[in-house]
């Protein structure tokens, strides 16, 4: 268990944990020179079971909220120092205001320095207390009378705090490792050294992490070994403080208080993110727009609040805003932070993120707002089944995973808990309700019919220009598995590279298949790069435009290609290069257009004008100079035919 001090400056903090650890947390000599704490401190005592209680000690002074916070976002037990002859004072509220609004709501107060005043001075304080602590996350905490310097009521504090630990349910060590640093330094023979209190997941030495944010992917270290409650151990989790001895590529300099040190599957570094705010009924209303620093981990970060309901926040209200940043952090949902005002000097709000991949537009839209009151819930399942519901193009469960820091296994049993037709594909994974999928298959279906109703002579729709058709926004992954099921079903049909209704059939005309009967040879004796409409019909002796009308009319019923303007490929001439496109990808990891020329003769623009019209029609697509083949199932789609 971590217990963190909280309190006015110069009441006895740092003395009373000395008294009950033995450890001089000062660490710094300027604290030591002057007698007050600047900055955090730890110290740690080994309890009768073996274990260890781990102490963080803040700072008083009201210039130094920023280290207090950075300290305070670790612990699960506040002792709340407050001297007797001076009573509550203004960074005892401030303090315990903050504690409130980071959801610290165990803890117990230390009534110090009891040896400077009489009984009765003793007894006022005790009132004042109760009254401090009325309505806050702290009432009816235990107080504890005490002189630490002469050692009196510090056993009976020791004893509480040693009972509360060992009531003290151990972290669930769930989802990616994530440990706000809010320490580094170097020692001789060990190397970089970051300090921090791990907020989920587990770490050992041996495992690969990234430091971050820090340049664009972060920098990657591995745990050469670790101290957990500064003992030596092979691992810490969730809940634990850590010091990590790291190795790679970065120095000591490299790294500050307020970096993370993640799981390499967590480091998704943000400058926005949406969450719910309340401002302290102590505190004025907060405006949209409103600049702050937020405190999130061991980080001071300046950034705006957008209020997403109405134009201010009154005190004690609790409302929707987006958080936008300056630079760079980490966050998932769940995470407390506390914002204070653009000097510093003054707490605005507090909250709880709850999606780090807000939307760029409709943000106070009702639907959107009535998913981030459903992130509320500690439930994924709450967030998830709405999500499912609004989403008709799928929830990218990637996102989904890293919002909520899903471990792998939670994640899959999440998705079967809900009942979701997941579609991974590379990197991707993308999930659908049982309904919304269905809803998609009769969407496609739908679409299909109306095209055959639309052009009836046409064989049906290509690939990509039906997935537009079916809906724009659907990932390619998704629509590629919902047409594979439908073809499996029977309810879908595909000749060649076109798609339609099992039903479906398009003839030509008697005259137009007895003049193509004609013409046909002319282009099967140069398949890979046959005449153009004007050589076809000068070579025929046909008006150049019948030509024209006959060959658009042809390819509507899938017997011709128009791979670029006025150059017609037939249905066999495009399978066969598409077979050719396939086997370079499968043999050099893509398609280019000398390859191609190599193989089929002829110039090379003509391949380039062959890749440019499979990329068209969605068969492969451009990176570069090279042209990558979508899916297996569009090859197939061409080669089985």
Request: glycine share 8%.
């Amino acid at each position: 268990m971590i217990i963190g001090t909280a309190g006015h400056i110069d009441h006895g903090k740092t003395t009373l944990v000395k008294a009950l650890t033995g450890v001089d947390a000062d660490r710094l000599p300027e604290e030591k020179a002057r007698g007050i704490t600047l900055d955090l401190g730890y110290a740690y005592a080994p309890q009768a079971d073996g274990s260890v209680l781990g102490f963080i000690d803040v700072p008083g002074h009201e210039k130094l909220i920023h280290n207090m916070l950075a300290g305070a976002t670790g612990i699960d037990f506040v002792l709340l120092v407050i001297a007797a002859d001076d009573g509550p004072m203004p960074q005892t509220r401030e303090h315990l205001e903050l504690l409130g609004l980071l959801g610290l709501d165990h803890g117990a107060v230390a009534l110090s320095k009891c040896d400077a005043v009489d009984a009765e001075r003793v007894v006022e304080a005790r009132d004042e207390i109760t009254a401090l602590l009325a309505g806050t996350h702290l009432e009816g905490s235990p107080v504890f009378a005490l002189s630490a310097t002469r050692g009196d009521g510090v056993a009976e504090l020791r004893a509480h705090l040693d009972a509360v630990a060992a009531a003290h349910q151990e972290h669930r060590a769930d989802g990616r490792f994530r440990l706000a640093i809010d320490r580094c330094f170097t020692l001789s023979g060990i190397g970089t050294v970051i300090t921090g209190t791990a907020f989920s997941g587990k770490v050992g030495a041996g495992d690969t992490v990234i430091i971050a944010p820090a340049g664009h992917d972060g920098l990657k270290a591995r745990v050469k070994s670790l101290h957990v409650q500064d003992r030596p151990a092979p691992g810490g989790q969730a809940g634990d403080r850590c010091a990590l001895a790291l190795t790679g590529d970065f120095e000591k300099k490299d790294i500050e208080r307020g970096m993370w040190v993640v799981d390499p599957a967590a480091c998704r570094p943000l400058t926005r993110f949406q969450a719910e705010l309340k401002v302290p009924a102590t505190q004025l209303a907060l405006k949209h727009w409103t600049p702050v620093h937020l405190h999130l981990g061991a980080a001071d970060i300046t950034g705006r609040v957008a209020l997403l309901e109405g134009d201010q926040l009154a005190p004690g209200a609790t409302a929707l805003a987006e958080i936008l940043l300056d630079r760079e952090t980490i966050a998932v949902r769940g995470d407390c932070f506390v914002l204070r005002d653009a000097s510093a000097q003054r707490t605005v709000a507090g909250g709880r993120v709850l999606d780090c991949f807000p939307p760029t537009r409709h943000k106070r839209s009702p639907a959107r707002l009535a998913l981030l009151k459903a992130l509320r819930d500690d439930d994924p399942v709450t967030s998830l089944r709405l999500m499912a519901e609004q989403a008709n193009s799928g929830i990218d469960l990637v996102r989904f995973t890293a919002n909520w820091n899903l471990a792998d296994a939670a994640a899959a049993e999440l998705w079967r808990a809900v009942e979701l037709r997941v579609i991974n594909t590379g990197e991707e994974q993308i999930g659908f309700s049982t309904a919304a999928w269905r809803s998609l298959g009769d969407k496609l279906l739908a679409a299909l019919a109306a095209e055959h109703q639309r052009a009836p002579d046409m064989v049906g729709v290509e690939r990509e220009r039906l997935r537009r058709l079916t809906l724009p926004t659907l990932a390619r992954a998704a629509f590629d598995a919902l047409v594979g099921e439908l073809l499996a079903d029977g309810r879908l049909a595909a000749s060649r590279a076109w798609l339609h209704l099992p039903q479906h059939q398009a003839t030509l005309a008697a005259g137009d298949r007895d003049l193509f009967g004609i013409l046909k040879p002319l282009l099967d004796a140069q398949p890979f790069a046959p005449p153009r409409v004007r050589d076809v019909a000068h070579a025929s002796g046909t008006a150049e435009d019948v030509v024209r009308q006959l060959f658009r009319r042809v390819a509507r019923a899938g017997e011709l290609y128009p791979v670029a303007h006025d150059h017609y490929f037939t249905a066999d001439t495009v399978a066969r290069l598409a077979a050719l496109v396939a086997e370079l990808s499968t043999e050099q990891g893509a398609a280019r257009a000398s390859a191609l020329r190599d193989r089929i003769g002829g110039g090379r623009k003509v391949a380039i004008h062959i890749l440019e019209f499979f990329d068209r029609i969605g068969y492969t697509r451009r990176v570069r100079d090279e042209h990558v083949l979508r899916s297996t199932g569009s090859t197939h789609a061409w080669i089985n035919y």
